[in-house]
């Protein structure tokens, strides 16, 4: 797989005040002057955060990164504009891409289909609007660090230093300030970043794509430690028959050429299996005997 790596950064919106939702103190506030006070600190906290926000925020470019091509960067005057030429380009992922984030399933992906909503961009059908990404089309290397914990954190500048790579050139918090007084500047922090969660997605996260279709199908072989299958018939050469030899009774010789559907006998097979080897392969799901499949690659069928 190739990595296509995306990053959005935003900017507080210049009417973001209008659109910050109303601070009250606790009812325990009785002193004027400590309401007044905890409301200003609270609203400061607010507008700090704007760009966080999509009631708040604008998209004020998106860095792409893809295998072997240099960053690339969409930018301009009229947000609507930007997101839109965002998606055209997000639409170019060929099969063997997949989309790169760092806490793009909290941030970048639900900031860039909000503020599309709220200026009429249009979102395309294949965007999961549930956030239910398929494994193979988008990998967060923060929910990958969080390995199903959702309480732990971390930031890319500390996971990337953890691992032995460069830190951060600043903070994304600076970007507008950045942005508005030196361009270049800030797109080389944004072009930083993109190529740090690259490198982090080669170490965590790239494994090679097995076609399972290739694989040879496992084969359960008869031995003393496999106990026969309470209910289910033998076939030659099983302890079924040797009891049936000891008392008398025959098997008849159809039994024993014709073997039950089902069974696939090769030379490597003995005659006698479990009940579980003689089953074709898709009921080897439905029987519960999984074998050894990473979870992070989706299996549309399992080979007969």
């Known amino acids: 797989m190739k990595a296509f790596v ?3 950064e935003t900017a507080a919106r210049s009417d973001a005040p209008s659109f910050l939702p109303e601070v009250t103190a606790p009812a325990n506030y009785k002193d004027a002057v400590k309401i007044e006070a905890y409301v200003a600190e609270k609203r400061a906290t607010q507008l700090e955060n704007a760009a966080l926000n999509a009631e708040t925020a604008r ?15 969409i930018h301009g005057h009229e947000e609507a504009a930007i997101l839109h030429k965002t998606w055209l ?6 099969a063997d891409e997949i989309f790169v984030t760092f806490n793009g399933s909290r941030f970048d992906w639900p900031m860039l289909a909000r503020r599309c909503y709220a200026l009429g961009v249009p979102v395309p059908p294949w965007f999961p609007a549930d956030g239910r990404w398929p494994h193979r089309t988008h990998c967060d290397l923060f929910t990958l660090w969080q390995a199903g ?15 032995g790579l460069p830190a951060k050139t600043g903070s ?7 942005w508005a007084a030196n361009r270049n500047a800030a797109l080389d922090y944004l072009r930083h970043d993109l190529k740090l969660t690259r490198d982090l997605w080669q170490r965590m996260a790239n494994r090679p794509f097995i ?6 199908r496992p084969v359960i072989r008869a031995t003393d430690d496999v106990p026969p299958v309470s209910g289910a018939e033998t076939i030659t050469g099983s302890p079924s028959a040797a009891a049936n030899e000891q008392t008398g009774s025959a098997i008849p010789a159809e039994r024993e050429e014709r073997p039950k559907p089902g ?29 050894p499949c990473p979870s992070s690659l989706d299996l549309p069928f399992l080979p007969d």
Request: hydrophobic residues 40%.
């Open 263 to 291: 069974t696939r006998r090769t030379e490597e097979q003995p005659a006698s299996v479990p009940f579980a080897a003689r089953l074709p392969g898709r009921e080897w799901i439905r029987a519960g005997l999984f074998f």
């Open 6 to 8: 995306i990053d959005l």
């Open 172 to 178: 994304g918090a600076d970007f507008a300030k950045l």
């Open 149 to 163: 914990d959702r309480q732990e954190s971390i930031s890319l500048d500390r996971l990337a230093r953890l691992c």
């Open 89 to 94: 380009e997000l639409e170019t992922r060929e």
């Open 59 to 73: 998209v004020l470019c998106v860095g792409i990164l893809r295998n072997g091509l240099d960053a690339q960067f």
């Open 211 to 216: 076609d399972w279709s290739d694989l040879p």
